[in-house]
């Protein structure tokens, strides 16, 4: 099993959550995080006043899938959340040893 961690811009939330639904990932966890890149932020101008942003509004996905899946999983992610813009985002993929369904008690991939 894989871990998937995708940050992505905030209004392509709904455009990766229907890809990965089209290619049968049933569950993800969303979160709403702040954070920084190579960008390092950006200036705004609020009343007349200009001002530093230094951590961006992202959206963080998280979800587990079988290790044959992983690699699709990676690609649709990566179509549907690229605007081609910097701060498209960042993908991170680890290896999960174990899962358990608390309600059933199944464990590995049937916890899924």
Known sequence: MKKIEA????FKLDDVKEALNRIGVQGMTMTEVKGFGRQKG????????????D???KIKI???????LADQVV?????SACTGKIGDGKIFISAVENS????????GKDAL
């Open 42 to 53: 950006h200036k705004e101008i609020y009343r007349g006043a200009e001002y530093q942003v």
């Open 62 to 68: 998280e979800t587990i899938v079988d290790a044959a």
């Open 75 to 79: 690609a649709v992610i990566t179509e």
């Open 100 to 107: 358990l369904r608390i309600r059933t008690g199944e464990t």
């Open 55 to 57: 951590f961006i509004p």
């Open 7 to 10: 940050i992505i811009k905030p």
